[in-house]
C-alpha cells in the first residue's frame, strides 16, 4: 500500500493495481451559461478572442452538452444531472471541473475547494462551497500559500484510490502533499510542458484500469516514460487532434452499474473517435466552439461527483 504522499513520476515504488478500490462518481454538476464572456487573457486560447464570443451560439452548445447527459441519465449511464445558476460578473464560472475536487474518503464524501491562480476565478469558489455544503459534504480549505485549480489538474486513476497532478501552469506542486494527506491518497505529479495544456484535463484521460489517452505534446520524455509505466495501454492523440480540437478534453464515463461506456468530445476528430470506439465507448459529439475559444470543452463544463 503506497503512502499517502505525492510521488515524482519517475520514482513509483507501487503498481496502480496494489492501490485499493475507489468506486467512479455517477452524478454529474454543470454551471448555466447566462454569464459566460471573454473579458481577459487567461491562457494562450484567449489571446485575441475578446470581443468575439457568440454569446448565443455558447449557450445553444452548452444546451447541447447538457442534454447529452439528460440522455446518458436516461440510459442509467448517470445517476443525476445537476444545474447551478452562473453569477453575474464571473464569466468562468460555467467551467465546474475548476473550483473543487469532490472525492470519497474512508467512505465518506468530501470536497477540497480549489484555491484558484485569477483573482476573477477565486470569487467562483464559495458558491461551490455551499452546493457542497448543501448536499452534505465535509468541505477541506487549502493554505493559502498555494494555488490549486481542482480536476482541471488533478486526475483520478479509473477505479482505484490514486490521483495524477498536473502542475506547471495554474497549480502549485506544494498543494498536492497537503491533499495527498488530507484525502489519504498517493498522488503522482505530472510536471505540464506545452503552454497550450495548461491543465491536465486538456491532454491527459485515464479509460480504465490500464488504458490512458494522451498527447505527447504535452509531457516530457521522462514524463512520458514513467506514464507508459503506470499504464500497459497508451493511446497516444494527434497533436492537431488535442490543441485544436481539444480531443482529450473529451469526458469519458466507463460505468460499472450499468455495464456502459460513454464519450461525449468536441465534433470533428478523427484518431480520438476511433481510439474510443475501438475501446468499447458510445461516442457523442457536440460542437463547444465557443467555449474552445476560453480554453475548454467538455470535459472543463461539469464536475463528476458523488
Known amino acids: 500500500m503506497p503512502e499517502f504522499k505525492t510521488y515524482s513520476i519517475d520514482q513509483i515504488p507501487f503498481r ?8 467512479e462518481p455517477r452524478k454529474v454538476l454543470m454551471c448555466a451559461p447566462d454569464f459566460f464572456d471573454i473579458v481577459d487573457e487567461k491562457n494562450v486560447h484567449m489571446q485575441g478572442q475578446i470581443g468575439h464570443l457568440d454569446k448565443q451560439l455558447a449557450i445553444r452548445q452548452w444546451q447541447s452538452l447538457l442534454e447529452v447527459y439528460q440522455q446518458w441519465e436516461k440510459n442509467g449511464i448517470l445517476e443525476q444531472v445537476t444545474v447551478i445558476p452562473g453569477v453575474e460578473g464571473l464569466e468562468d464560472m460555467v467551467f465546474t471541473a475548476n473550483q473543487s475536487f469532490p472525492y470519497i474518503v474512508d467512505g465518506k464524501y468530501t470536497v477540497v475547494m480549489s484555491r484558484m491562480r485569477h483573482p476573477s476565478r477565486q470569487r467562483e469558489v464559495p458558491y461551490f462551497r455551499t452546493f457542497f455544503k448543501s448536499i452534505g459534504y465535509r468541505i477541506i480549505d487549502l493554505s493559502e500559500s498555494v494555488f490549486f485549480e481542482g480536476m482541471g489538474d488533478l486526475i483520478p486513476h479509473y477505479g482505484r484510490h490514486l490521483l495524477y497532478g498536473g502542475y506547471g501552469h495554474r497549480t502549485d506542486p506544494g498543494a498536492y502533499d497537503e491533499i495527498a494527506r488530507s484525502l489519504k491518497v498517493p498522488i503522482v505529479l505530472l510536471p505540464l510542458e506545452d503552454p497550450r495544456f495548461y491543465h491536465l484535463d486538456t491532454c491527459f484521460i485515464p479509460a480504465d484500469e490500464h488504458t490512458v489517452f494522451l498527447t505527447t505534446a504535452a509531457f516530457s520524455k521522462t514524463t512520458l516514460h514513467g506514464i507508459k ?26 460505468d460499472k452499474k450499468s455495464g456502459k461506456k460513454a464519450a461525449v468530445l468536441q465534433q470533428g476528430t478523427v484518431v480520438m473517435k476511433q481510439k474510443l470506439a475501438a475501446l468499447g465507448f458510445e461516442v457523442w459529439e457536440v460542437n463547444t466552439s465557443e467555449f474552445i475559444k476560453s480554453g475548454g470543452s467538455c470535459f472543463c463544463l461539469k464536475m463528476m461527483y458523488y
Open 16 to 23: 496502480p493495481e496494489e492501490v485499493p478500490l475507489r468506486p
Open 229 to 254: 509505466k503506470l499504464f500497459t495501454h497508451v493511446v497516444e492523440i494527434p497533436e492537431e487532434e488535442a490543441a485544436g480540437l481539444f480531443a482529450l478534453n473529451a469526458h469519458l464515463v466507463n
